[in-house]
């Protein structure tokens, strides 16, 4: 099986929960909180695979556990070719639509300016109600988009639908 790293920042703890779920759904997967577990960008170097996940705050900005990192990765751009990349986050579309998930849209920008392959794991717009998302391209999420606030009872459904489409994108098998 392919070296998958699943990064997560999560204020709430949303965030963190659907990286719980993907570190069970991929099989010797790695979960790094960058709250607690990040040391630094050669961190990547570990995995083939990266899974970003991230709340949207203000602005549509990803969350406070991510600032500094991504500074770093647009100032000293680090040589992520070859990673496979696919991003997760959790976002309110009802009380901030007009900013749902707009992080991982930002943070797509950043791993693919680092030579990270994006386009991973795109999902539908389908059944959400936001004014707006960065995050919406050609009419899909640059990722997964999770509202707990709003639609609690989806979460665990759309999480490891994610995980058996990320799958057949990135060519994983559990059983290697």
């Known amino acids: 099986?392919?070296?998958?790293?699943?990064?997560?920042?999560?204020?709430?703890?949303?965030?963190?929960g659907a990286a719980e779920k993907l570190q069970e759904l991929f099989e010797d997967?790695?979960?790094?909180?960058?709250?607690?577990?990040?040391?630094?960008?050669?961190?990547?170097?570990?995995?083939?695979?990266?899974?970003?996940?991230?709340?949207?705050?203000?602005q549509g900005d990803p969350q406070r556990d991510w600032v500094d990192v991504l500074y770093e990765m647009q100032?000293?751009?680090?040589?992520?070719?070859?990673?496979?990349?696919?991003f997760f986050g959790a976002g309110d579309q009802k009380t901030h639509g007009e900013h749902f998930v707009s992080a991982l849209a930002k943070m797509e920008e950043i791993f693919k300016?680092?030579?990270a392959k994006t386009g991973f794991g795109y999902t539908s717009t389908a059944g959400y109600e936001y004014k707006l998302s960065l995050?919406?391209?050609?009419?899909?999420?640059c990722g997964l988009a999770i509202d707990d606030i709003n639609q609690?009872?989806?979460?665990?459904?759309?999480?490891?639908?994610?995980?058996?489409?990320?799958?057949?994108e990135m060519g994983i098998d559990d059983d290697d």
Do not use: H
């Not at 100032?75 to 990349?85: E, H, T, Y």
């Not at 995050?135 to 999420?141: H, I, N, S, V």
């Not at 609690?152 to 057949?168: F, G, M, N, P």
């Open 29 to 58: 997967s790695e979960l790094i909180n960058m709250e607690e577990d990040y040391d630094g960008l050669e961190q990547f170097d570990d995995f083939d695979i990266l899974l970003i996940g991230s709340s949207t705050w203000g």
């Open 152 to 168: 609690k009872d989806a979460t665990s459904k759309r999480v490891s639908a994610w995980a058996e489409q990320l799958k057949k």
């Open 75 to 86: 100032n000293d751009a680090p040589d992520l070719s070859g990673k496979k990349v696919a």
């Open 135 to 141: 995050a919406e391209k050609d009419g899909k999420f």
């Open 113 to 115: 300016k680092c030579g």
């Open 1 to 16: 099986m392919a070296n998958v790293g699943i990064f997560v920042g999560s204020s709430g703890g949303v965030t963190l």
